[in-house]
T-cell receptor
Framework: DAGVIQSPRHEVTEMGQEVTLRCKPISGHNSLFWYRQTMMRGLELLIYFNNNVPIDDSGMPEDRFSAKMPNASFSTLKIQPSEPRDSAVYFC????????????FGPGTRLLVL | SQQGEEDPQALSIQEGENATMNCSYKTSINNLQWYRQNSGRGLVHLILIRSNEREKHSGRLRVTLDTSKKSSSLLITASRAADTASYFCALAEGGATNKLIFGTGTLLAVQP
């Protein structure tokens, strides 16, 4: 199995630009999670999908962030417009179970907003 | 939602020694999980222990859970340099809270 696939692995952009992060979960997994990791705040859950439906988006920091899951094999996290404080590593994870069971993480996207 | 508090924040040991890290929490849980993160990589699930379990083993890993003290410990026996990583506990409150809450992690350095 290829595991969770994220792209791009690294992204450098300028403040104000739109950023789109992509995730392909493990086939057959019906839960998908987007996390953000920073030194200051640790690992934070941004949004959780189950069967392609957003279940909990209480961690999405503000309206500049949006996430979609149009089908079971693809999800995007979009930041528009981006700001320097959005610089972080963004992880996608998937699970064949409910949200509080074992999760399988992708390698992450390291985002730097200048 | 609560967050697990991990102790110590950093730990340095020699290869072959055992490493113990702890996680404490405040309210009831459905399960508690431990993950490892190597530098620059994603998290890898190590072990899950449910609220009605007291101890689980996986290879060189041993996890205990004391729900009366609201704490868990992860023991890595006969450590290797490859065990150098950050270790996170993650709390699953279950029920309506359909998510894991990750602690701040313990940075383990195993010196060869």
């Amino acid at each position: 199995d290829a595991g969770v696939i994220q792209s791009p692995r690294h992204e450098v952009t300028e403040m104000g630009q739109e950023v789109t992060l992509r995730c392909k979960p493990i086939s057959g997994h019906n839960s998908l999670f987007w996390y953000r990791q920073t030194m200051m705040r640790g690992l934070e859950l941004l949004i959780y999908f189950n069967n392609n439906v957003p279940i909990d988006d209480s961690g999405m920091p503000e309206d500049r962030f949006s996430a979609k899951m149009p089908n079971a094999s693809f999800s995007t996290l979009k930041i528009q417009p981006s700001e320097p404080r959005d610089s972080a590593v963004y992880f996608c994870a998937s699970s064949p179970y409910r949200g509080w069971e074992t999760q399988y993480f992708g390698p992450g996207t390291r985002l730097l907003v200048l | 939602s609560q967050q697990g508090e991990e102790d110590p924040q950093a730990l340095s040991i020699q290869e072959g020694e055992n490493a113990t890290m702890n996680c404490s929490y405040k309210t009831s849980i459905n399960n508690l999980q431990w993950y490892r993160q190597n530098s620059g990589r994603g998290l890898v699930h190590l072990i899950l222990i449910r609220s009605n379990e007291r101890e689980k083993h996986s290879g060189r890993l041993r996890v205990t859970l004391d729900t009366s003290k609201k704490s868990s410990s992860l023991l890595i026996t006969a450590s290797r340099a490859a065990d150098t990583a950050s270790y996170f506990c993650a709390l699953a409150e279950g029920g309506a809270t359909n998510k894991l809450i990750f602690g701040t992690g313990t940075l383990l350095a195993v010196q060869p």
